[in-house]
C-alpha cells in the first residue's frame, strides 16, 4: 500500500526557535497533502491544506505566519513551526492523496511527529 | 455543516467479548466513510470503508455497514482481542476534507 513518512519522528526544541516536520510520500505522487494537529487524547483537528506549487488553505483559527507550509514538489510537504512556544507542543500527522483520488478514496497518513517546547 | 458524532469512550472490554463503537454522521449527500485506528505513539491506518449506502466494509474481523435510513456507520467485531486496544476514528469524505469524530478509546484486558 501507499507510504507516507514523516520526519522527524520527535522533537525537542527551546521556546523561541522553529522547527521544520517533513512529510513525503514514498511510492506515489500527492498533489494534496494535509497537516492536522492531535492533543492529547483529542481528535485530529485539520490545520491546512497543502497543494504542490500554490499556497496551502489554512482552516480557520489556524495562524499562517506561525505555522508555514511549502509544498515544493509532488511527494514533500513541509511544516515549519516558527518562534515556538510551550502550547505548540502537540502531535502532527500529515496526510497525502495521489494523483489519481477521487471522493471515495482514503488518504495516506504519515506516523506522526510528536514536538515539544521546552 | 458535515460532522460525525461518536460514542463516547473509553470502553473497556475483556477479550473475546462483542464490541460496538457507535458512528452517526450529517452531511449533505452521500460522503464516503472511514473507520481508521491509531496504535499508542502512531499515526492513523484505514481500517475499514464504504463508499454508498448498505455496503459493509470488513477488515481484521471489525465490519460497518453504511445505513443511510439511521445515517450510522458502528463499528463491530465478535470477538476482541488484547491486540485491539486502541483509539478508533470515524471519519466521512467530504468534498475536498475528511471530518473526524473524535474518537474511541478501546482497551482489552486479557
Known amino acids: 500500500g501507499a507510504v507516507v513518512s514523516q520526519h522527524p519522528s520527535r522533537v525537542i526544541c527551546k521556546s523561541g526557535t522553529s522547527v521544520k516536520i517533513e512529510c513525503r510520500s514514498l511510492d506515489f505522487q500527492a498533489t494534496t497533502m494535509f497537516w492536522y494537529r492531535q492533543f492529547p487524547k483529542q481528535s485530529l483537528m485539520l490545520m491546512a491544506t497543502?497543494?504542490?506549487?500554490?499556497?496551502?488553505?489554512?482552516e480557520q483559527g489556524v495562524e499562517k505566519d506561525k505555522f508555514l507550509i511549502n509544498h515544493a514538489s509532488l511527494t514533500l510537504s513541509t511544516l515549519t513551526v516558527t518562534s515556538a512556544h510551550p502550547e505548540d507542543s502537540s502531535f502532527y500527522i500529515c496526510?497525502?492523496?495521489?494523483?489519481?483520488?477521487?471522493?471515495?478514496?482514503?488518504?495516506?497518513f504519515g506516523p506522526g511527529t510528536r514536538l515539544l517546547v521546552l | 455543516g458535515n460532522s460525525v458524532t461518536q460514542m463516547e469512550g473509553p470502553v473497556t472490554l475483556s477479550e473475546e467479548a462483542f464490541l460496538t463503537i457507535n458512528c452517526t454522521y450529517t452531511?449533505?449527500?452521500?460522503?464516503?466513510l472511514f473507520w481508521y485506528v491509531q496504535y499508542p505513539g502512531e499515526g492513523l491506518q484505514l481500517l475499514l470503508k464504504?463508499?454508498?449506502?448498505?455496503d459493509k466494509g470488513s477488515n481484521k474481523g471489525f465490519e460497518a455497514t453504511y445505513r443511510k435510513e439511521t445515517t450510522s456507520f458502528h463499528l463491530e467485531k465478535g470477538s476482541v482481542q488484547v491486540s485491539d486496544s486502541a483509539v478508533y476514528f470515524c471519519a466521512q469524505q467530504g468534498a475536498q476534507k475528511l471530518v473526524f469524530g473524535q474518537g474511541t478509546r478501546l482497551t482489552i484486558n486479557p
Open positions: 464504504a463508499t454508498k449506502a448498505d
Open positions: 452531511a449533505t449527500g452521500y460522503p464516503s
Open positions: 496526510s497525502a492523496r495521489d494523483l489519481a483520488w477521487r471522493p471515495k478514496e482514503t488518504q495516506y
Open positions: 497543502s497543494n504542490e506549487g500554490s499556497k496551502a488553505t489554512y
